[in-house]
Each structure stands twice: as C-alpha cells, then as structure tokens.
C-alpha cells in the first residue's frame, strides 16, 4: 500500500509569490491534516479536510488556506510568502475505525522564501 | 488549551544504552490520545505508539517501552539498547478522543536522540 505523497518535495519562491502544494493520501484514506514545521515554532497544525469539507482548523493567517477534492487528494496554498512562510510543511492522512486517528505522514514539501 | 512539554531537547547515548524521553501534557479533555512519533533526518514522521487516556497499562514493543501516568500527566517512552538507526527526533503529540472532533495533533517540541556507535 503506497503511503502519503506530497509534491513538489523542495520549492523556492520570493516574498510576494503564492505557492500550491499537493498531497495524495494512502487509499482509502479520507482524513488530511496539514502541518507547518518551522525551528522556531516547531510542529503546528494547520487545518484537516475531511471529506471534502474543513473540519479543523489552526490558528494561522487567512493567508493559508486548503482544499480536498472528491478523490481525497489535498492541496494548500499560501498567497503573499512572506520570510516567515519558510518551512516544512507536512501533509497526514487517517483512516476509520479503531485507527481514526493514527496519522500517517508523508515526506513534506520544504518551502524556502527569499 | 491543549499542551505538550518535552523538557529534554538532546539526549546523546552510546550504542546499547537505554534512553527515556520525557513528555508531559496539559488537556481539560476527559478522554484524549497520546502519541510517540519519530522523524529521522529525512524528514518524515513515522507514527510509533498510540495510547488512549483511558488505558494506563505500560506496554512494550520490542525495543520501545512507555509509562503512562494520568496522576502526574506523564507519558514517557524508552528505547531499550538503542541503536545507530535510532537517531532522530522524537515527538510527543497529544489529540482529543472525540471522533467528532476530528484529527487535530498538538506537538511537544521534539527531543533529539543522538546514538553513537
């Protein structure tokens, strides 16, 4: 069973830009939850889809946002990088039953913001 | 508000040695989960235990141990005869129990293991 990818795995973008990243989850997996992992402020959730709707969501800045589509794959997008936005940001995926809410990560997507 | 503390934030061993990773956590939730989850220098978090409040039984699984205390809000995990392969940081995570509440992870601030040979 393929586990959680997420592209593109580096990127590099400058203060201003936007920016889309991709997760897919393990098959038949419906639940995914994004993270920003920074030195700083370590591992901070961000939000969850679920289903095609939003069900959680951290304390960041509108700036970020996210969407599921029907298949389950995610994406998020940041518009206006700012420096701060450097990061690793990863993507979980959870499946039902007893292991509701075992996540599994992928590799993350290591954003750089010049 | 959830919390997770991780009060050690490098541990270094000699290969064999055991080592035992801190966490204590602060939730007004009457039922939660607990996590232990690895990220090796790839950078991918691999998903180790998974504990629910409501079961204070300590288990082992090979090398891995983790005692559970809900009195002191402890939940502390070993690596019995560590290894090379074990250097990484180790995450505490802590979650609500609810389905309903979806999947929400709250993080310590890691504990970075380094085993020498």
């Known amino acids: 069973k393929a586990g959680v990818t997420q592209t593109p795995r580096y990127l590099i973008k400058t203060r201003g830009q936007q920016v889309t990243l991709s997760c897919s989850p393990i098959?038949?997996?419906?639940?995914v939850s994004w993270y920003q992992q920074t030195p700083g402020q370590g591992l901070q959730f961000l939000f969850e889809y679920f289903s095609e709707t939003q069900r959680n969501k951290g304390n960041f800045p509108g700036r970020f946002s996210g969407r599921q589509f029907s298949n389950s794959r995610s994406e998020m997008n940041v518009s206006t990088l700012e420096l701060g936005d450097s990061a690793l940001y990863l993507c979980a995926s959870s499946g039902w039953g007893n292991s509701y809410n075992e996540q599994f990560f992928g590799p993350g997507t290591r954003l750089t913001v010049l | 508000a959830q919390k997770v503390t991780q009060a050690q934030t490098e541990i270094s061993v000699v290969e064999k040695e055991d080592v035992t990773l801190d966490c204590v956590y602060e939730?007004?939730?009457?039922?939660?989960?607990l996590f232990w989850y690895k990220q090796p220098p790839s950078g991918e978090l691999v998903f180790l235990i998974r504990r629910n409040s409501f079961d204070e039984q300590n288990e082992i699984s090979g090398r891995y141990s983790w005692n559970f205390q809900k009195s002191t809000s402890s939940f502390n995990f070993t690596i019995t005869a560590s290894q090379v392969v074990d250097s990484a940081v180790y995450f505490c995570a802590l979650s609500e129990a609810e389905k309903a509440a979806g999947n929400k992870l709250t993080f310590g601030g890691g504990t970075r293991v380094l085993v020498k040979p």
């Open positions: 098959s038949g997996h419906r639940s």
């Open positions: 939730t007004r939730d009457t039922t939660y989960y």
